[in-house]
């Protein structure tokens, strides 16, 4: 079999996004030489008794599988690579779907060049539908071909989502490559940590894999226990890293890595998203960001990356997260008031 496709599932049964997920993998233009492992992570609707119709519908094709318990997308990914025949390994999510010659395409990219991955372009959209949407130009043509330390380097930074690339099995399966279980962000762990294992990477120019927005996403929805799942996810980033042997060779990437991910994303996206901050969770950021990687705000990458005001917040956080907070609540509130007044200002 040349190519397995493997989809978490969590309490998909309502609102067709199931339906639409599957019928797009179904009606693949290479559906004779591929397998869909539809996985239900133990959901609290009928998305099992669904998986289970279209297995009995397209047997051979569609395998329908459960967790033991719910082990969140990187243990459903898990099982799935299990359970895999094929050579060529993919994976979406539940509530996204694809142009039906994406994997066609995907394959013959490889056949063509050898590669060992490759991956396309994605639309964004908030309508499920088979229209174009928002195209969002993933990996850059200089991270392609034949893979060296430059290359690796730009992948480190900029590795792009799992969901839009195949990866060969063997691969996958010498190095034992696994995904972080029980936390959401698995991908930002496991994407980096994944190409750098793979020799040659090619990419397809074409938008082929349609990522939904609907607002009550996983990136959408936050928490302080989602901002700490991010956390973890950087912390076993390093870890994996220092594992395999990548840390002292792309240090200073994966030093950025980190802070982008662990730290300066959480922090942002939690005093925006949660109401009520709690200094606490402020402080425990900031040590941890400290201890793992205290010069970060030297490195070139992340001077790069943040704007004036961005490096201003991320200064005062680094001195005291009680200062921060305090001067991130009266900026937060006079531009409230600003807006205000210039909307009295206009009527």
Not at 233 to 252: D, H, I, M, S
Request: charge should be neutral.
């Amino acid at each position: 079999m040349k190519l397995s496709v493997i989809v978490p599932f969590y309490n998909m049964a309502k609102d067709g996004k199931l339906k639409y997920c599957m019928d797009s993998l179904i009606h693949q233009t290479m559906i004779g030489d591929m397998e869909i492992l539809a996985i239900d992570d133990c959901s609290q609707d009928n998305t099992y008794g669904l998986l289970q119709e279209y297995e009995r519908e397209y047997p051979g094709l569609v395998r329908a599988l459960q967790t033991p318990e719910n082990r969140k997308q990187g243990g459903a990914r898990n099982l799935g690579l299990c359970m895999a025949q094929g050579e060529w390994i993919g994976f979406m999510d539940g509530d996204d779907w694809a142009a039906e010659t994406m994997y066609e395409k995907l394959l013959r990219r490889a056949m063509e060049t050898g590669a060992d991955m490759v991956g396309c372009d994605l639309h964004e959209t908030c309508e499920h539908s088979m229209k174009i949407g928002k195209i969002i130009n993933a990996n850059t043509m200089d991270q392609t071909g034949v893979l060296g330390k430059e290359q690796y380097r730009k992948l480190m930074l900029n590795p792009c989502s799992m969901v839009i690339k195949i990866y060969r099995k063997d691969v996958i399966d010498h190095y034992h490559l696994r995904f972080p279980e029980g936390i959401f962000y698995e991908d930002n762990c496991a994407g980096p940590v994944w190409m750098l294992h793979f020799k040659h990477f090619e990419k397809v120019e074409e938008p082929l894999y349609y990522y939904y927005q609907d607002g009550v996403s996983t990136t959408h929805c936050i928490s302080e226990a989602k901002c700490r799942d991010r956390m973890k996810a950087g912390e076993l980033l390093v870890e994996q890293c220092r594992a395999y042997g990548f840390y002292e060779p792309y240090l200073k990437e994966l030093e950025f890595a980190f802070a982008k991910l662990y730290y300066v994303n959480t922090l942002f996206t939690y005093v925006i998203g949660v109401p009520h901050a709690k200094l606490r969770f402020l402080e425990e950021l900031r040590r941890g960001m400290l201890r793992t990687f205290p010069d970060f705000r030297k490195n070139a990458y992340f001077l790069r990356e943040y704007d004036r005001e961005q490096k201003k917040l991320v200064n005062l956080h680094m001195k005291s997260s009680l200062v921060f907070l305090l001067y991130y609540r009266a900026l937060t509130g006079y531009r409230r008031l600003r807006g205000m007044l210039r909307d009295i200002g206009k009527k």
